[in-house]
Protein backbone atom coordinates (compact mmCIF):
# COMPACT_ATOMS: atom_id res chain seq x y z
CA UNK A 1 0.00 0.00 0.00
CA UNK A 2 1.72 3.42 -0.88
CA UNK A 3 1.45 6.53 1.41
CA UNK A 4 0.75 10.03 0.41
CA UNK A 5 3.93 11.97 1.55
CA UNK A 6 3.39 15.43 1.53
CA UNK A 7 5.93 18.24 1.65
CA UNK A 8 6.89 18.20 5.08
CA UNK A 9 7.94 21.14 7.03
CA UNK A 10 11.97 21.66 7.28
CA UNK A 11 13.75 20.92 10.53
CA UNK A 12 15.01 23.46 12.60
CA UNK A 13 18.40 22.99 11.61
CA UNK A 14 19.25 20.13 8.95
CA UNK A 15 20.63 16.99 9.96
CA UNK A 16 23.84 16.38 7.66
CA UNK A 17 25.31 12.55 6.95
CA UNK A 18 27.79 10.86 5.25
CA UNK A 19 26.43 7.77 3.53
CA UNK A 20 29.39 5.85 2.13
CA UNK A 21 32.61 8.00 1.03
CA UNK A 22 31.30 10.42 -0.04
CA UNK A 23 31.02 14.26 1.12
CA UNK A 24 28.30 15.06 4.42
CA UNK A 25 24.71 15.89 2.60
CA UNK A 26 22.37 17.85 4.64
CA UNK A 27 18.83 16.32 5.50
CA UNK A 28 15.85 18.89 5.84
CA UNK A 29 12.80 17.39 6.14
CA UNK A 30 11.02 14.52 7.23
CA UNK A 31 10.27 13.95 3.78
CA UNK A 32 14.08 14.21 3.16
CA UNK A 33 14.61 11.72 5.74
CA UNK A 34 12.06 9.33 4.72
CA UNK A 35 14.25 9.26 0.80
CA UNK A 36 17.27 9.08 2.75
CA UNK A 37 16.22 5.87 5.19
CA UNK A 38 14.36 3.75 2.25
CA UNK A 39 17.16 4.39 -0.92
CA UNK A 40 20.15 5.12 0.73
CA UNK A 41 20.61 3.82 4.26
CA UNK A 42 23.30 1.19 5.09
CA UNK A 43 22.10 -2.24 4.67
CA UNK A 44 21.95 -2.70 8.70
CA UNK A 45 18.99 -1.93 9.80
CA UNK A 46 17.59 -1.81 13.84
CA UNK A 47 15.58 -0.29 16.33
CA UNK A 48 16.31 3.12 15.78
CA UNK A 49 15.86 2.84 11.84
CA UNK A 50 12.27 1.17 12.18
CA UNK A 51 11.12 3.84 14.68
CA UNK A 52 12.35 7.08 12.31
CA UNK A 53 11.25 5.60 9.03
CA UNK A 54 7.47 5.61 11.30
CA UNK A 55 7.71 8.98 12.55
CA UNK A 56 9.04 10.49 9.49
CA UNK A 57 6.00 9.25 7.47
CA UNK A 58 3.44 10.31 10.39
CA UNK A 59 5.58 14.13 10.11
CA UNK A 60 5.14 14.13 6.57
CA UNK A 61 1.63 12.98 6.72
CA UNK A 62 1.45 15.95 9.27
CA UNK A 63 0.36 13.43 12.19
CA UNK A 64 3.82 13.89 14.21
CA UNK A 65 5.40 16.95 15.01
CA UNK A 66 8.50 17.68 12.69
CA UNK A 67 11.35 17.79 15.47
CA UNK A 68 10.04 14.65 16.78
CA UNK A 69 10.93 13.18 13.16
CA UNK A 70 14.40 14.74 13.78
CA UNK A 71 14.86 13.21 16.55
CA UNK A 72 14.18 10.06 15.72
CA UNK A 73 16.59 10.39 12.27
CA UNK A 74 19.44 11.46 14.03
CA UNK A 75 19.12 8.36 16.40
CA UNK A 76 18.80 6.05 13.43
CA UNK A 77 21.73 8.16 12.17
CA UNK A 78 23.99 7.64 15.28
CA UNK A 79 22.82 3.70 14.92
CA UNK A 80 24.08 3.37 11.65
CA UNK A 81 27.36 5.46 12.19
CA UNK A 82 26.32 7.65 9.64
CA UNK A 83 25.79 10.80 11.55
CA UNK A 84 28.72 13.52 10.39
Known sequence: MAIDIF???PF????????????????E???????YLQHRWPHERGDHYRRAVKVCKEAAQGSV???????AFISAAIE???LA
Request: overall charge negative; aromatic content about 2%; charged content about 20%.
Open 29 to 35: SASDAIH
Open 7 to 9: ASA
Open 80 to 82: AYV
Open 65 to 71: PTEVARE
Open 12 to 27: RAPVLVRIGHGSSEAV
